[in-house]
């Protein structure tokens, strides 16, 4: 039963049987071709047995492995690798076909090499997965044929591999420099300078070209008989919150991500730069109700505490409660902190149902406020109008995104920060907003 299972036809038999049948299409004509074609029949047949000999006189002739890493990475491409060998005596034709997870809508995969006794190869593929939760891979089919190519034999390993697909860890490492270094132009990341200094005190040093004469300490200048300064520090130890709004709102999707993805792989990226910074990081969910709160923690092994609960949140299709947020925030959060709001709105006055709320927050913490570019509507606005009906698409589009920027000067105007952004670099004009404001000493 085990034979016949992995027993498959080449393609190239059923162009013999093709030919085969044209011969004895000929022989009504030519009566000669009849005895030849009922030969190649025999000798087709022949030819299968001794290709099936060749295929199955080794028990195990060919070995592989898909190798993944423990987690997958949300939005980007991740690399897999497959290694196989084969012990053949001959050169052996092999094609491969994983069973991607269903979530990749992928049927069409196939890898074709060939190998000689002994050799080993490998290869790699990248998958790009959208969503968070389990991916569970099927089974790494190879078949193998010879030179004849006339019947293949199925080999099959690591059937149903499980692996988590977590927010963009990839992402995050890109980042990762931010939260050493102090230089970030000479990365062309950084868009904002530093404005002053905050009054946490570092050290005494000589002073050098540049320093602030403010900062000049005399009575050490006098000690050491030249000029030295105080240098300062971003305060440290801060708490800082990622808020991440559920709603049905982050619901909406740009290049086969939701908004909630993106700001799920934000909160990820800013947590590890936060943390490396000596701040305390902690994390709010909510739509309806609050569905998850993670206190703000000096801890780098917080971040994976935050990770763990970023893989599990979804969204809902419902209107989130900014009054429960406001409540929740002003009983669990004591200290003044810096919370980053994830959200979305889509017209002034959803903004005006959620300002008092806003406010109230703004009041004790410093709030900013993140919502998103509707990058379809840009796309829109950018083209060229050829009709009538372009020009009023284009025209609702401008409305729609000048609504965006008087959304962002109303909040501004309260003293509310705000980010608006496109998805795609929702994660560095975080980062950027939180250096600003630690800059500034805002907190």
Known sequence: MRFLKSLYIHNTFFRYIALLAACFILSYWLPMLYPIAWLLTLLLFALALFDIALLYRVPSPVTAQRRLPQKLSNSDFNPITIEFQSMYPFKAYLVLIDELPVQFQKRDFEYRSHLIKGEKKQFEYTVRPVDRGEYVFGNLNIYASSALQIIKRRFVFQKDQMVPVYPSIIQMQQYDFLAISNRLTEFGLKKIRRIGHTQEFEQIKGYVQGDDF?????????????????????????????????????????????LLDYAINSTLAFSNVSLKRNDKTGMISFSKQIESF??????????????????????????????????????????????????????????????????????????????????????????????????????????????????????????????????????????????????????
Do not use: C
């Open 214 to 258: 403010r900062t000049i300490n005399w009575k050490a200048t006098a000690k050491q008989n030249q000029l030295m300064v105080n240098q300062y520090q971003d305060e440290k130890s801060q708490p800082i919150y990622s808020i991440i709004d559920t709603g049905r709102v982050m619901k909406m999707p740009f290049n086969n991500l939701k």
């Open 294 to 443: 993670i206190p703000a923690v000096q801890k780098l092994t917080h971040l994976n505490t935050i990770m763990e609960k970023l893989y599990n949140i979804n969204t809902e299709f419902t209107d989130s409660d900014f009054g429960l947020l406001y409540a929740h925030i002003k009983r669990k959060v004591n200290q003044r902190s810096l919370l980053l709001l994830y959200t979305n709105f889509e017209h002034i006055s959803a903004l005006k149902r959620q300002l008092p709320f806003l406010l109230a927050i703004a009041k004790k913490h410093v709030l900013v406020v993140i919502f998103f570019e509707n990058t379809e509507l840009e796309n829109l606005i950018s083209t060229d109008a050829e009709d009538l009906q372009t020009i009023y698409h284009k025209t609702i589009a401008e409305k729609f995104s000048l609504e965006k920027r008087l959304m962002q000067k109303e909040l501004q105007r309260y003293g509310i920060q705000t980010i608006l952004t496109s998805p795609e670099k929702l994660t560095i004009n975080t980062i950027n907003k939180y250096l600003e404001i630690k800059a500034k000493g805002l907190i």
